[in-house]
């Protein structure tokens, strides 16, 4: 247990005052472009919690005995963990990156640390699991990413920090050595997701059920705004040091090289990269018999991401032995075998330089703009002047049809032209699309939008 020495700050209040974030280096565009480029990834959430099938918040939902939780460890064998099949899914779905929850909000490790022996390698499996996903990643040709979560619900001072304030630095010390571990043990990591770096679940209430996360909590409120107990910038100005290509999201009280959008699409924005991470079964953590996204829903979020400008996290639970559903594994095949077809018309591309609408939008790369017609809008006007149109194309099935005069480019497609999931139709321009973008805010309150 940590205990502030003397002159230390000893209460969150003098801690907010006392810290003095240093400037953390960005990233250049071409560190940067990899991510851009990318628009499709795989998020893994698994740990001890995919034992219990009831999601990986069960150990807060159900109120569960630390201890009892804790010895589910024993039960770990991760008799069918295979990195390799899942980097291989990944692979054939048409992602270009992974990112694995090296350690979720209960604690529970997937690798090799010195802050204690929960973890992988004193589970009944004794593995480093992110080790072999590591390898598994790198050997199918894929970014490697890592989710981490700073907070950990066996602290009492992560609910309580001003009453158990050495405990809570307790908790924020294993958080930094942990991190230290990640970024100097594995390799070369591409990207860190943070996830957790609220205090107090952003204001805790009491009431019939217990303690609750309040409904109505402010992200101004000093529990929320968690920089300073954090000291992220130093953190990340540190791991910067140590992983110089790597990027960071916005959840670890910095603004981050890149935003989440949580289980939601948004508008278009270009200013910043951003990711919109969902699931595939419904829920993170492994729940026997949810239902799954249908493919046309996988097409349609995939697409409607990428012509705003940002990248789809697709998550898939694997079960407590560490294997994804066969469901799983043949509804991502059949993405892929999509994105065999389609693929060039959203990889490496840009969205723009229309503005998306209810039908669908755009992506544009060098000359070339491809418009994405999800509905069966029958009319589409994309306005706007980008040089002349010289020639454009669709699947002769679709009978499209394209117009362009001095005020925008309209195209038409009759009765019965429709795709059934995405009308994709290629307008090639005389020269490249010159466009300043489309900046935007974030209005979230997970990892405080676009900073504090």
């Not at 810290?19 to 998020?43: E, L, N, T």
């Not at 024993?74 to 054939?92: H, I, L």
Request: net charge negative.
């Amino acid at each position: 247990m940590n205990h502030p020495s003397s002159g230390a700050p000893s209460s969150l209040r003098e801690l907010k005052d006392a810290y003095r974030p240093p400037r953390v280096p960005g990233p250049s565009p071409d560190q940067v472009r990899w991510f851009r480029d990318a628009k499709f990834g795989m998020f893994i959430h698994w740990g001890l919690y995919s034992l219990l099938g009831k999601g990986e918040w069960v150990l807060f939902n159900e109120r569960m005995n630390i201890g009892e939780y804790g010895a589910l460890a024993a039960r770990f064998s991760a008799d069918e963990f295979d990195p390799r099949s899942w980097a291989r899914t990944a692979k054939a779905a048409g992602m270009q990156y992974m990112v694995f929850t090296a350690r979720h909000h209960d604690g529970f490790a997937l690798f090799s640390t010195k802050t204690g022996t929960f973890h992988g390698g004193h589970s009944a499996a004794r593995r480093d699991f992110v080790a072999e996903y590591v390898e598994a990643c790198r050997a199918e040709g894929l970014k490697v990413g890592l989710y981490y979560s700073p907070m950990d619900w066996r602290f009492p001072g992560y609910f309580f920090p001003e009453l158990y304030f050495d405990d809570a630095l307790a908790m924020r010390d294993q958080c930094r050595n942990q991190l230290r571990e990640l970024m100097t043990q594995y390799g070369k990591i591409d990207l860190l997701w943070f996830d957790g770096e609220w205090l107090a679940h952003g204001g805790i209430s009491w009431g019939p059920d217990g303690w609750t996360r309040r409904a109505d909590f402010s992200r101004d409120e000093l529990y929320f705004r968690t920089n300073y107990f954090w000291q992220s910038e130093e953190l990340l100005a540190e791991i910067r040091h140590l992983q110089p290509d790597i990027l960071f999201n916005n959840r670890f009280g910095w603004e981050g090289d890149f935003h989440v959008r949580e289980r939601t699409i948004g508008g278009l924005r270009t200013d910043k990269p951003w990711d919109s991470n969902d699931c595939l079964a419904r829920s993170w953590g492994w729940m026997p018999g949810t239902p799954l996204l249908s493919l046309g829903e996988c097409i349609k979020n995939l697409v409607s991401i990428v012509v705003r400008d940002g990248n789809y996290l697709l998550n898939v639970g694997p079960t407590g032995e560490g294997r994804i559903e066969e469901r799983q594994e043949k509804r991502l095949a059949q993405v892929g075998r999509w994105l065999e077809q389609h693929g060039k018309t959203l990889y490496g591309t840009r969205g723009g330089p229309f503005p998306p609408g209810d039908w669908g939008g755009t992506t544009y790369r060098g000359r070339t703009v491809f418009v994405h017609i999800l509905g069966k809008a029958g009319r589409i006007e994309l306005r706007g002047h980008f040089g002349r149109l010289i020639s454009f194309s669709s699947p002769p099935s679709t009978g499209v049809s394209v117009i362009q005069d001095q005020e925008m480019v309209m195209v038409l497609v009759p009765p019965g032209g429709h795709d059934p999931w995405d009308t994709i139709v290629e307008l090639q321009f005389e020269s490249d699309i010159v466009w300043a973008g489309h900046a935007a805010g974030e209005d979230d309150i997970y990892g405080k939008a676009d900073g504090l």
